[in-house]
């Protein structure tokens, strides 16, 4: 699976951005996908994800309200659009997607990563 983003940029405070993310290669068995981001120097944190299953989402607490994730699944893309933005925001966004594979010996999961695009949020 390789996975493509793209849409970070530099915005002002208050603005909005959507990011996307395209999915490439056996994506039929992809299961879940999301959102991570990362400060130079600080732990990735998950921002959203989304079941390929029902679509469930969810969301971290300081994002919630603001961000909102989906996927298109008939493009192999997904999206976060974000909305009243803060300096806060900003860090360099990955797309996740997790692979699930049933062998013999059990479920066997795969993590994939985008190379991250750069979200400015000036104040």
């Known amino acids: 699976v390789q996975l493509v983003e793209s849409g970070g940029g530099l915005v002002q405070a208050g603005g909005s951005l959507r990011l996307s993310c395209a999915a490439s290669g056996n994506t039929f068995t992809i299961d879940a996908m999301g959102w991570y981001r990362q400060v130079h120097g600080n732990q990735r944190e998950l921002v959203a994800g989304?079941?390929?299953?029902?679509?469930?989402?969810n969301y971290a607490d300081s994002v919630q309200g603001r961000f909102t994730i989906s996927r298109d699944k008939a493009k192999n893309t997904m999206y976060l659009q974000m909305n009243s933005l803060k300096p806060e925001d900003t860090a360099v966004y990955y797309c996740?997607?997790?692979?699930?594979?049933?062998?013999?010996?059990?479920?066997?999961?795969?993590?994939?990563w985008g190379q991250g695009t750069q979200v400015t949020v000036s104040s």
């Open positions: 989304i079941t390929s299953g029902d679509g469930s989402t």
């Open positions: 996740y997607a997790r692979r699930t594979i049933v062998t013999m010996m059990g479920p066997e999961e795969y993590d994939y």
